[in-house]
């Protein structure tokens, strides 16, 4: 995740040479989560992109529970994998023995 590269007011070369650093993380194996203050190109290679349109809001009312919906169940499947993977890792560690 990388939070407005643009934040310290980079001239333009070095805020090319960032994006173009970001696009090697690209791969369909992860993600790349980018806040920008503005367009930066990189949108032609994002599958999915959020533009925000109330001044310092990123929820507003009308999506707040279907955010809050997304967010329990995010909440719930890395609690089911962490559980998952904490017994693997505990049946491993009673093999070993």
Request: hydrophobic share 30%; glycine share 6%; aromatic share 8%.
């Amino acid at each position: 995740m990388v939070d407005t590269p643009n934040q310290q007011g980079q001239d333009a070369d070095n805020l090319g040479s960032i994006f173009k650093s970001l696009e090697l993380f690209l791969s369909y194996e992860g993600q790349v989560i980018v806040g920008t203050e503005r367009e930066t190109g990189m949108e032609q290679k994002a599958s999915n992109v959020i533009t925000l349109t109330e001044k310092r809001r990123c929820l507003n009312n009308i999506n707040y529970e279907k955010h809050l919906e997304l967010f329990e169940e995010l909440q719930k499947a890395a609690i089911s994998w962490r559980e998952h993977n904490y017994k693997m890792k505990s049946r491993h560690s009673i093999e070993e023995f």
